[in-house]
């Protein structure tokens, strides 16, 4: 009775699980990935999957309740050996480590005897409450000029879209390499019409030919007193161009040598121009 036995149990996943969210104008999007990757040459049927947010010990009714996340995936889905199967919620609630329970259903296709399988996991999402979203761009001050050079002025036009439309006024603060890029302007205030949009540009100057990764760009709340900026809270944002790179090409001398003299009205309106195409 007191003997003791040890078993080596070979275990292969049937489906290999992995997620990410996303964002889609004001949703938030949880997107589940499902991998045959290996196990057994079955087919396996996915007939319901479910996922709700856990109910906390909260006096706030909004978190004491489950919700449903709205699926957006039809089933029953297949899915064969070596293949990929994505299911698609938009998430019901906004917040920092909200619980959620994934819940599935599915079969093994022409299993015989017939069988159904459960499923059931907690996930832990961060789920960003994001209101504004940017779009940024890099153009030469030249006139005429289609690229940036080195050591001459360039434009970092920044569109800003509000996704509640409404007015507000925001501090715009850039920071880069300093082998890269030198910011004769980092910081500027920005108002945000009532339609949800606002644009500014800030001189930039690429200290180096090649292709620059774009300066960041951080957004905080703030407000105007007596001629003074007040900086208030960091904000929340989608970057639509994060990652983008410009290529930047060697110096001119004889635009350097000529910077400051040309009209600069015609960069004023080139600038505009493209300002209102940004979002479009």
Not at 142 to 156: E, I, K, N
Not at 175 to 197: I, Q
């Amino acid at each position: 009775m007191n003997r003791r036995y040890t078993l080596s149990l070979q275990f292969v996943p049937v489906m290999v699980i992995n997620s990410k969210t996303s964002m889609l104008t004001t949703d938030i999007l949880l997107e589940v990935e499902f991998n045959r990757a290996a196990g057994p040459n079955i087919t396996t049927v996915i007939e319901s999957a479910r996922l709700s947010t856990e109910p906390l010990n909260s006096q706030n009714p909004k978190y004491s309740e489950a919700h449903v996340a709205t699926s957006l995936s039809k089933f029953p889905m297949e899915s064969d050996l070596l293949s990929i199967v994505n299911l698609l919620w938009k998430l019901p609630m906004k917040g920092s480590l909200v619980k959620h329970r994934l819940h599935l259903d599915y079969s093994v296709k022409n299993q015989d005897p017939p069988l159904k399988y459960t499923f059931d996991d907690i996930v832990e999402l961060t789920v960003p409450d994001v209101e504004f979203e940017i779009c940024t761009q890099v153009l030469s001050q030249q006139p005429g000029a289609q690229l940036c050079r080195a050591t001459s002025p360039c434009h970092f036009v920044i569109s800003i879209r509000f996704l509640k439309e409404q007015a507000c006024s925001l501090l715009v603060v850039l920071d880069a390499d300093d082998r890269m890029w030198t910011l004769v302007e980092r910081t500027k205030m920005v108002t945000v019409k009532e339609s949800g949009l606002g644009q500014l540009a800030l001189t930039i100057i690429p200290v180096v030919a090649g292709y620059l990764p774009f300066p960041n760009v951080s957004i905080y709340e703030c407000q105007l007193a007596s001629d003074n900026i007040i900086p208030g809270n960091d904000i929340l944002f989608f970057n639509r161009t994060a990652g983008k790179q410009i290529r930047v090409l060697s110096p001119n001398n004889s635009e350097i040598n000529n910077f400051g003299k040309e009209d600069s009205s015609r960069g004023s309106n080139r600038i505009k121009k493209t300002i209102e195409k940004l979002f479009d």
